[in-house]
C-alpha cells in the first residue's frame, strides 16, 4: 500500500533541485513587482526593489507584499492568475513531475493529465486573513474524482515555527461534513478578501493524529484530494511561502465540464466554529 492511500499524503525531501527553486521564485518575485511598478504609490519601491542585487527574491517579494497588503488587497491576489498564464512558474512542472503524478493516480497515459496551479500560500506573519480552517479539497472540487495536491516550500524551509500545513493523518478515509462561509472566524465573517471556507468541524476530527508539515526547501508533498488539512499561524517575525497546485484527470468524472470547479453547491450560510455530533 502506498503511503499516499495509506496514510492519506507522501513527503519527499531533496526533489527539487536548488536551481528549479530559484528560477521558479525569480519568476514570482518578478510578477508581484510588475504589478506593483503599474501603481503609482509603489512604483518607487518596486524601481528600487527591481534594481537592488543585495536582495534576495523572498526580501524583495516580502517588502512588495507588507507594502500593499492593507490597501490593495485585491490587486496582490491577481498576480496570482497570472501565474495560470505564465510558462516560466509552470515549468518546474517537469515531464518527471507529472511521471511521477501519473503513478501515484494510476493513470496510464500522462498526456491525459491537467494542471491547475501554480498557486502560492503566503504566511504573512501573525495574520489570519490568507488561512484555512480544517477542510478537504474533495469539497471544494467535488465533481473530481481523481486528483492529487501538489505542495512545497519556497524561498526557504516550512516548519511549526513559521507557519506550516498541517494534515489529520487518515482522515481521508471518511467523509466529513462542513460548514460554508467566507472569513476566518466570526469577526471576519463574509469580510472582503477572505478565503472561502467549508469547514470541516474540529470535534470531529480529535481522533486523528495532527502531522505538521515540517519540510526543507528542496522537498515535496502530494496528497489525497480527501485528505483534511488546514493552514497554522505564523508566529516568526518572517514571511514563509509555499507553491501548490492540482493535478487532475477526468476521464471517470460525472461532468462534461472542462472547469476544476464544476461544482452541484447552492448558496448557504455557515459560520465559524460550528459543533456538530458524529451521525
Given at each position: 500500500m502506498s503511503e499516499i492511500k495509506k496514510n492519506g499524503f507522501i513527503q519527499i525531501n531533496d526533489y527539487f533541485s536548488d536551481g528549479e527553486l530559484t528560477e521558479t521564485e525569480s519568476v514570482v518575485t518578478k510578477l508581484y513587482i510588475s504589478q506593483a511598478l503599474k501603481i503609482e504609490e509603489y512604483r518607487k519601491l518596486a524601481l528600487s526593489l527591481q534594481n537592488d542585487e543585495s536582495l534576495s527574491n523572498k526580501d524583495k517579494f516580502a517588502s512588495i507584499y507588507e507594502a500593499m497588503e492593507v490597501n490593495d488587497k485585491e490587486a496582490l491576489f491577481q498576480v496570482q492568475k497570472l501565474f495560470y498564464s505564465s510558462p516560466f512558474a509552470k515549468k518546474i512542472f517537469n515531464e518527471k513531475f507529472l511521471l511521477l503524478c501519473a503513478q501515484y493516480m494510476n493513470v496510464s497515459d500522462v498526456s491525459l493529465l491537467l494542471l491547475d496551479?501554480?498557486?502560492?500560500f503566503i504566511n504573512r506573519p501573525n495574520t489570519d486573513r490568507l488561512k484555512y480552517k480544517w477542510h478537504s479539497e474533495a469539497h471544494y472540487y467535488p465533481k473530481r474524482r481523481n486528483f492529487l495536491n501538489v505542495w512545497f516550500p519556497i524561498f526557504g524551509d516550512k516548519t511549526k515555527d513559521n507557519g506550516t500545513m498541517s494534515f489529520k493523518v487518515k482522515s481521508h478515509k471518511k467523509d466529513f461534513p462542513f460548514s460554508e462561509y467566507s472569513g476566518y472566524n466570526k469577526d471576519t465573517e463574509n469580510k472582503a478578501n477572505f478565503h472561502r471556507q467549508y469547514e470541516i468541524p474540529s470535534n470531529l476530527?480529535?481522533?486523528?493524529?495532527?502531522?505538521?508539515?515540517?519540510?526543507?526547501?528542496?522537498?515535496?508533498?502530494?496528497?489525497?484530494?480527501?485528505l483534511v488539512h488546514r493552514s497554522n499561524n505564523n508566529p516568526s517575525a518572517n514571511y514563509s511561502f509555499a507553491f501548490y497546485a492540482r493535478i487532475w484527470e477526468h476521464s471517470n468524472d460525472l461532468t462534461l465540464s472542462g472547469s476544476l470547479t464544476a461544482t452541484p453547491y447552492g448558496g448557504d450560510i455557515g459560520r465559524a466554529n460550528m459543533f456538530v455530533e458524529n451521525s
Open positions: 496551479g501554480p498557486g502560492i476530527l480529535e481522533s486523528y493524529d495532527e502531522h505538521f508539515c515540517e519540510i526543507k526547501r528542496g522537498g515535496i508533498v502530494f496528497f489525497d484530494r480527501s
